[in-house]
């Protein structure tokens, strides 16, 4: 309690006396403030070193233990959990604003659930809701690990604002901002790179890159994942993004274009069409407004749009909810490795960017010198405050933007085509249309079905039929991953450069899902909306837990997408067992019979057979009961009869894990595991050491260039036994596992490899082609398929595939062997995306089997499980995991159009161009 004292005459003034209270309360405000002060935590003290320092970097769990600290400490930060990672550690987030702001979070959080859903909302309740509301704010770094300036940023960042909480830069930013900050978006991967860092650092392998993903299956592809959410990380952030509807969302990355020192948008040519135009122009906005505060700092380097980064792609984590009414954007900030320092010099400088010349999107050309961790997070904690200091500043405009944006979608879909996607349950596949609408859903698409048969556009559906009326604020998300791509050819003559995708040009994903989508080109009828009824299921409780499957339909590990009400209601028809009989025999066109046959080949007293006239397989040795349970549990349609195949089918398979951090092999192992299949993983001493047939029936080969699998790392720039590569002994002996009966399986890249190393008789026809002459572009296009071989069993006749970089095979003198699929014979294939050069494909192979001694060589010129999405072309790699041990011998029709595709004279001649 404060004593004032008495004046002379024992009482003071009024006037003296107010003056005197104020300056008091003042002192101790002031006091207040510095006691505060000098109790925030600094990341030193906690984490035992300066942050950003050389040769140093925080783990995770040193960053997770500094912000506890930090919570305890300031009432301007809530530290809350939102999941666990795949390798189990739980994922936080923290809450930062002003502590009015965090007592009524619940209240903010409402208003933006409002403005992102504002069907029933007048503009001039949004405009009151955005006068009234906070913006959110959701800011990350360390999505890719090895880019480690973005999570160590975070910590430095977040201890300036608390900080400097009632400096004139912080507080309206405080007071206007709901900051929702990710110590890390990737924390397996964050503790991955910075233990590997710090165990090399002062040896020769300081800057090796490690020699394992820094995530459990894809690494870098896990911002690769965002509409099909297969990782879980993808399915925690999309759930945490739904629940918070950010109004910006910004995700810091270490890749800028040499020498510039940071990429911001504008994005590259091309965006992707279905952005709305408000989202794209805020984007545009804050990217510009980095760069100025970036000037402001004295941080010279900055760089706009060029060549590299587009966002023609949705798939990235940091993009795809622009089509959610979001401004998200990622940024680049240059990179050497990991904390150790480099000098450059303009000799250092590619030739075009020596004269520094000032450009209208480069305005500072950066001259050179020291680059250190501590730079990369300057330039970072700048563009980071700079965002938040646009969005408090803008913070009505940006939340009224998200309702405009939204109602722009509604209106813009009721007046135009597509006015409706129209999904049937009866597919070829039922489970397969499920799979789609869950991810759909999950990431926060409305889906309904008709509660009787209704007639649309002159054909009549039945009741149950799901419906994705585009009248809704995420229609653009929705038609962005549906529809056919077209990627602009952005050259400025016919034979100009090719302006190549940053990632994939087509992922449509009917098609890679071979699913049966119709697209509503005519405005609903009254009837037929008045049949249409919201899906909506019982939602299961949040948990990461993956190690039980609550939901078997689905083949999304734990609770999957089932926490989310609509995706929860979304189930596929019942499926059926008929007949009679002690074989369960089982059509391969259905996915999920793979789990059957998975579980049955491990299973004691049960077995698994082929029918090569009837292209099924047949499980035997099962209970009425177990078959009935596996048809509840998968929505498998099984037939129960007699019979006893062509061919057991039983195969002991190895997949190779090069320790060049393989994400294709990732994607491979994250399938084989979600379908329960038993495999071992082989690294290159395991092909040096031999004996491979006595251990293997079947051997997979993930998409990799041939030199990385036969040399691998470089001797000298990692540890010794991660070097190497399979060489001339592991590729004798691979040589050797085949040639003694056992099945390689080479997937696209690594059919090079194959072709080269065991000398097979097959050329690929587009090896020394330019790209300016042929190129795919990461696209979709269609083949057709052998219909009596057991690889292609459950295929349809002409089916949709992903190429990517992918080798087109001629078979040459000396031959033997069946082809799995080939092209048409004129014309294009292309389904969706880009292509240059369609006559190179006609009539060539897409997929071949090549018989190599007592064994045989499936050479795969696709990738049949790319980032997980074609589920259409999954068979082919199933069914080549069991083509090994009997089935290969077993008798069957060969038909004589597929016993080859000789390369022609033409051909030939063009490929030594």
Known sequence: MLHLPNSPKGKLSSFSFLKLRFLSLFSLMCFGLQAQNSKIPKPEDVIGFEVGSDFHLATYEQSIEYFKKLDAASDLVEMRETGKTSEGRTWYYVLISSKENLAKIDHYKEISQKLAHPKGLSKEEAQKLAEEGKAIVDLSGGLHASEAAGAQHIITLAYQIISEADTKKFKPILDDVILVLWPSLNPDGQDIIANWYMSNVGTPYETARTPWLYQKYVGHDNNRDAYMLNMLESRVVGRTWREWEPNVIHVHHQSSPFPTRIWLPPFAEPIAPQTPPIVSREVNMIGMAMAQELETEGLPGAVHMGKGFDAWYPGYIDYLPAMQNIPSFWTETA?????????????????????????????????????????????????????????????????????????????????????????????????????????????????????????????????????????????????????????????????????????????????????????GMVPLSDNFRAALKPVEGTPLETTDDETEDLNKIDFAPGVGFDTDATAAGIKPLPGTLKGGGSTLWLDPAENNIFRVLAEATKSSGKSVIYDAKTKKYGVQGASTTKKQQWVRDYAINGV??????????????????????????????????????????????????????????????????????????????????????????????????????????????????????????????????????????????????????????????????????????????????????????????????????????????????????????????????????????????????????????????????????????????????
């Open 640 to 913: 129960q009869g007699s019979g006893s195949g062509s061919s057991k089918v039983k195969a002991r398979i190895g997949v190779y894990r090069p320790w060049t951090a393989s994400m294709d092999m990732g994607w491979t192992r994250w399938l084989l595991d979600n379908f329960g299949f038993d495999y071992a993983s082989l690294r290159d001493i395991d092909f040096r050491s031999g004996n491979l047939k006595d251990r293997f029936d079947v051997i997979v080969l993930g998409s990799e260039w041939p030199g990385s699998i036969e040399n691998g790392i470089e001797p000298g720039s990692a540890p010794a036994e991660y070097t190497g590569g399979l060489g001339e002994l592991g590729s004798r002996n691979l040589n050797s596992f085949v040639e003694e009966g056992g099945t390689l399986i080479s997937l696209n890249r690594s059919s090079e490899y194959a072709i080269k190393a065991l000398h097979l008789p097959v050329a690929n026809v587009v090896d020394k082609v330019s790209r300016a002459k042929f190129f795919t572009g990461g696209s979709i296009v269609q083949v057709n398929t052998n219909p009596s071989h057991p690889v292609m069993a459950g295929m349809m006749e002409k089916a949709n595939v992903f190429v990517y970089n992918s080798p087109v095979f001629a078979t040459t003198d000396g031959f033997e062997g069946e082809v799995l699929a080939k092209y048409q014979e004129q014309g294009s294939p292309l389904m969706s995306g880009y292509l240059v050069g369609e006559s190179y494909l006609n009539g060539k192979a897409a997929a071949l089997d090549v018989k190599h001694g007592k064994g045989h060589v499936l050479l795969f010129g696709f990738q049949p499980q790319w980032r997980g999405q074609p589920m259409g072309t999954y068979r082919t790699l199933f069914n080549a995991l069991l083509y090994g041990n009997e089935m290969p011998n077993m008798k069957r029709e060969v038909l004589e159009s597929w016993e080859s595709v000789p390369v022609t004279q033409e051909a030939s001649e063009t490929g030594k161009k």
């Open 335 to 519: 990179l050497y490795r990991y904390a150790t320092p480099y000098f450059y010099t303009i000799r250092d400088f590619p030739k075009s960017r020596r004269d520094l010349r000032v450009e209208s999107l480069y305005n500072s050309p950066w001259k050179g010198g020291w680059w250190r961790l501590s730079n990369a997070m300057q330039y970072m904690q700048t563009a980071s405050i700079a965002v938040l200091d646009y969005s408090a500043k803008y913070k009505e405009t940006l939340l009224f933007n998200k309702y405009q944006a939204a109602i722009t979608t509604i209106e813009k879909y009721k007046n135009e085509a597509p006015y409706a996607y129209i999904i049937p349950q009866k597919q070829r596949d039922p489970v397969r249309p499920v799979e789609l609408l869950k991810r759909l859903a999950f990431n926060g698409v409305e889906i309904a079905q008709l509660d009787q048969p209704m007639a649309y556009s002159g054909v009549t559906y039945p009741k149950g039929t799901w419906v994705i009326p585009m009248d809704q604020e995420f229609a653009e998300m929705a038609r962005q991953v549906l529809d056919v791509q077209v990627y602009p050819d952005l050259r400025e003559s016919p034979d100009g450069p090719l302006e190549q995708p940053y990632d994939a040009a087509g992922w449509t994903l009917p098609f890679q899902m071979e699913v049966n989508v119709v697209t």
